[in-house]
């Protein structure tokens, strides 16, 4: 149900570039892969599909590095290896989530009708139940997980989070809910209500 898409970059134009940008990303980041393309309708494809985390291409004497918040960054093809492989220490962190009807990346939903940027513990939410999707996970376990709570602490820090994070997914079929004081993500069935 789930497509965990790692620390992968698409590279589509010429081959001897793409040499040279997988022998230098080897040496210093060998958890990245570069998949190559072999023609933009493929590159395109695969970006449509989120096969990757970023894609690499030419344009004249410009290399452009494309990542899923659709921020494109031209860079002079001599100075760009000295500009990303700065970045690729913070880019190989990096983790993409792939459902049915979201994707979710950095701190970022992306539906089909509109994007969600997540506050901190949002992302730790539903970073936690993407960990374990459909399983119940308690309240407690959840309360010391991501606020670190001790389990006398009574707080409805959780509810209102959930809360807010499911108006979120509202575009979704997904929503996390609850059944005593077990919490879930599950993927709503036709006429399914959530109340919470």
């Not at 993409?96 to 939903?109: A, C, K």
């Not at 139940?129 to 959840?142: A, D, N």
């Not at 309360?143 to 209102?160: A, F, H, M």
């Amino acid at each position: 149900m789930i497509r965990i898409v790692k620390q992968r970059i698409l590279c589509y134009g010429d081959a001897s570039w793409y040499r040279l940008w997988e022998e230098i990303i080897q040496q210093s980041c060998s958890e990245i892969i570069l998949l190559f393309c072999e023609t933009e309708e493929q590159l395109k494809k695969f970006w449509e599909e989120k096969s990757a985390l970023a894609c690499m291409y030419t344009v004249n004497d410009h290399c452009v590095f494309e990542d899923w918040v659709f921020v494109k960054k031209f860079y002079l093809l001599p100075e760009f290896f000295l500009v990303f492989l700065g970045n690729l220490k913070v880019f190989q962190e990096r983790v993409g989530y792939v459902l049915e009807d979201f994707s979710f990346y950095h701190n970022i939903i992306f539906t089909k009708r509109k994007n969600f940027l997540l506050r901190e513990k949002e992302y730790k939410i539903l970073l936690y139940f993407l960990h374990r999707y459909q399983e119940k996970i308690s309240k407690e376990e959840l309360l010391k997980g991501i606020w670190s709570y001790n389990r006398e602490v009574e707080t409805l820090t959780l509810e209102t989070h959930v809360g807010q994070l499911n108006k979120k997914l509202r575009f979704c079929n997904h929503r996390i809910t609850k059944e005593r004081d077990f919490f879930y993500l599950i993927l709503l069935g036709r006429g399914e209500i959530i109340n919470f």
